[in-house]
């Protein structure tokens, strides 16, 4: 089910009520009742139908990894209720914002280009990139690769029509906004490309690799997540402007490319609980008393202190090989304490 929820986190980030894709699972042949959608979006679903199961994994794909990269902060990529996924926290440009937004169209863009290069959709089939100039020129280039050009131009229409649809009025806070999710999408389509990699193949009797082809491959959905967490690391903090153009706040910074993640509202610290603004705080979550990390107690407490419990927890021990053949194993109970935030 959740799957469902999560187009929602691209479509529904100006809409003021939660809003999420209500629809059964596999199938989107309503694109109407999917709620959520913009208008451009609902047109996209019902010409591009066969689409919408990779929209969904990929958004899946997104938010999965959000998880796995926020594990250990104290915004940790959760979900605030059922039924609005992230819940407030898109209501503020903030840095998290800006990851969501890349993380799930680079989601999208790997789902895509994978489905193609499988033969699951009707519109696309193995990439036609053009032959890399440095490869070697005895290599074939030809087998069937991952269609990223595919993917990154339906991405492109699907996610981005949202902000494309509506009149702003230049300059205003909701026109900021929809200039950095634009330029946040983008980033995030962009980190699949980057980070993807020509491979290639031996061919030939007895692995004699008398033949070489080669094509384009995607990487692994974790190494573009690694890629975009550092692009969070490093993100620029933007405004709008009279002209209705993003700046930088403070010039002493670079210009960010198009590959960077960019945002325009400071963070929430977090700590505290605040659901107006998403932030759950972070009471009650587990911390390491030894880390000087983001998971360390006194950073994920911050400094207000944390409880400690021991518990018991039970492992195998003692195992024994048996003649034959088996493995026999106690079972050893060992104490730990674990510490969670005041
Ligand atoms: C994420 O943080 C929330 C709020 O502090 C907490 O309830 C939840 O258990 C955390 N999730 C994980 C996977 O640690
Ligand atoms: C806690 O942090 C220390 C130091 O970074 C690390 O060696 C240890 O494995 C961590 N413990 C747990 C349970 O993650």
Redo the contacts with the bound molecule.
Sequence with gaps: MITFLIVSIITAVHASSPSWLNIGSGEFNDCKSAKGFSVGQVRLCQVYSDHMEGVSAGASAGLLECKHQFNNRRWNCSTVDDSSVFGPLNTIGSRESAFIHAVMAAGITHAIGRRCRDGQLSSCSCSRAGRPKDLHNQWIWGGCGDNLEYGYKFTQSFVDVRERERRYRRGSVEHGRALMNLHNNEAGRRAVIKMSKVTCKCHGVSGSCSLITCWQQLSTFREIGDYIMDKYDGATEVKVNTRGKLQIKDPRFGLPTPNDLIYIDESPNYCVANPSLGSLGTQGRIC??????M??CNLMCCGRGYNTRKVSIGERCDCAFHWCCYVKCNQCFKT?DIHSCK
Excluded at 288 to 293: A, C, E, F, P, V
Aim: glycine share 22%.
């Design positions: 390491n008393r030894t880390s000087q990390g998971d360390g730990v």
